[in-house]
């Protein structure tokens, strides 16, 4: 039963760094979905009460037919009032996740007040697409009512992953913030690393790159990999583990990385550690 608990997700990447994800239950997820509905009933209650006053205001609102809005005979600018709040309520309806998740990098304010995020399933951040998808596919999770089709195919897989995020490739997962760079050390008893099948042309090629590698302690090599697991549990900022980056490629003579190959020297660094070490051995 512990085994079905528990809420672990890991990658192996081709360079043989496993990063490992706590993904979030089915309790986190319901936390943060009740805070952006208590937030979108908010917004479309005050969108109503914005409407009874314009059409108050331009003298429509004794004229509203409840049954038929645009044959009660209103004004057209009653008409473009209700045609606009519509709009509007489709639109806080339909993108309040979409331009969350996509602006805060996977969360929205619920999600970010239960500490949880959405990624894909190959731990890299979520794009334009599979956000949209996962929310499109929203409405089915819903039906019949409160989620019920999503909560049913939550609780049947490991990942807690609704239909929403199977259609895009996606999962959620817990994230820690509020950690800095100087306080992260690596583990004082850190397991031999495990032997990796050299790739003499491979090894070859990225030692070009960081031809001063041997400048390195073993300590800067278990901060790498610290980092880089921290780094896939959401633990580190995408500028912390750029700052790291930068830091190492000084160390070994290579080119200062951008933002989007900050992982990638790290992971080559590492790769370059451990099947030397094995070469040794």
Known sequence: MSDFLREDYTIDTPENVTFGYEVAGIGSRFIGTLIDSILIGMALLLLN???????????????????????????????????????????????????????????????????IRVVRVDGNPAGVIEIVVRNLV???????????????????????????DFAAGTLVVKERRDIKLENLQPARQTPAPAPVAPDAGRIDSLLVLYPQLRRLTEADYDLIQETLGRASRQQVDQALLLRLAETIATKVGAARPRQNEARKLLEDVVYLYLATTSAVK
């Open 49 to 115: 009460v914005l409407l009874v006053v314009l059409l108050a205001v331009i003298g429509d609102l004794m004229k509203l037919d409840s049954s038929s809005l645009f044959d009660s005979g209103v004004s057209w600018v009653g008409g473009l009032i209700i045609a606009l709040y519509t709009l509007l309520n489709f639109g806080v309806f339909w993108g309040y996740y979409m331009l969350f998740e996509l602006l805060w990098n996977g969360q929205t304010p619920g999600k970010r007040w239960a500490r």
């Open 138 to 164: 929203r409405i089915v999770d819903f039906l019949p009512s409160g989620y019920g089709i999503g909560l049913v195919t939550m609780f049947f897989n490991r990942q807690a992953r609704r239909l929403g």
